[in-house]
């Protein structure tokens, strides 16, 4: 592995991983010298990131971890609903496997991660499943635009708000959603995806501010006058 791409690789799994937040500052100077490289790969890694949409840079300011808009969040949200009620569809459609059996594998990591009070592991758990029914819906053009879209905002809002709901009550969500995403006639389960996604909106992100706590770093610094537009 180049260089570069360790650095980029550093920082994702960071990003992940919930140790950088939106609206931290990267530090170029200090992130070379704690993986012990030189400034170039630092500012390629950044290049990428910045073309994925996670970070930000502005001239005489730096770098920092992108904030998403409320308004952005609601859009990711409508798009995965719909896309995501599309795959369901080509799943239960897919005679070559077994959707009940998959999801049930699924739920059950689900369910352990839950039983430990294991937030990364839920979290892990969580993302296989949904990533389960894309794949199962043998579509790969569905499939990549899913990942394209969740990739870069799926860690942020997930580690930024999922937090605010007990395990408990995800794992039971969860098992909902399974419920229904078998048993719904075929003719309405792109609806009834849609109507779950926006309770799980309404849930998390009534009456909320988007990523009011900044976690700082030790290679980071926090921004008092943040770059995105603050969230009402």
């Given at each position: 592995?180049?260089?570069?791409?360790?650095?980029?690789?550093?920082?994702?799994?960071?990003?992940?991983?919930?140790?950088?937040?939106p609206r931290q500052r990267i530090i170029e100077e200090d992130l070379a010298s704690e993986l012990e490289v030189s400034r170039g790969p630092v500012r390629e890694a950044l290049l990428r990131l910045e073309r994925d949409g996670l970070v930000v840079t502005t001239s005489r300011r730096g770098t920092?971890?992108?904030?998403?808009?409320?308004?952005?969040?609601?859009?990711i949200f409508r798009m995965r609903a719909k896309l995501e009620g599309l795959c369901v569809r080509y799943?239960?459609?897919?005679?070559?496997?077994?959707?009940?059996?998959?999801?049930?594998?699924?739920?059950?990591?689900?369910k352990a991660a839950a039983a430990k009070n294991?937030?990364?592991?839920?979290?892990?758990?969580?993302?296989?499943?949904?990533?389960?029914?894309?794949?199962?819906?043998?579509?790969?053009?569905?499939?990549?635009?899913?990942?394209?879209?969740?990739?870069?905002?799926?860690f942020i809002i997930a580690r930024a708000y999922s937090s605010r709901l007990p395990l408990e009550n995800r794992w039971e969500n969860h098992?909902?959603?399974?419920?229904?995403?078998?048993?719904?006639?075929?003719?309405?389960?792109?609806?009834?995806?849609?109507?779950?996604?926006?309770?799980?909106?309404?849930?998390?992100?009534?009456?909320?501010?988007?990523f009011a706590g900044i976690v700082p770093g030790h290679w980071t610094d926090d921004l008092e006058d943040p770059l995105a537009t603050p969230i009402a």
């Open positions: 592995m180049s260089a570069s791409k360790r650095v980029e690789a550093h920082l994702r799994k960071a990003i992940h991983a919930g140790k950088l937040r920092f971890i992108r904030d998403i808009s409320l308004a952005e969040i609601g859009v799943m239960r459609e897919n005679s070559s496997i077994n959707a009940q059996e998959l999801l049930n594998r699924s739920l059950k990591k689900l294991n937030e990364e592991q839920f979290f892990d758990a969580d993302m296989e499943l949904h990533r389960t029914i894309w794949k199962a819906a043998n579509q790969p053009l569905l499939y990549r635009t899913l990942t394209l879209l969740m990739n870069p905002y799926i098992e909902q959603y399974v419920r229904m995403v078998l048993k719904t006639p075929l003719d309405k389960i792109e609806g009834e995806v849609e109507r779950y996604f926006g309770g799980l909106y309404s849930r998390i992100f009534d009456q909320t501010s988007a």
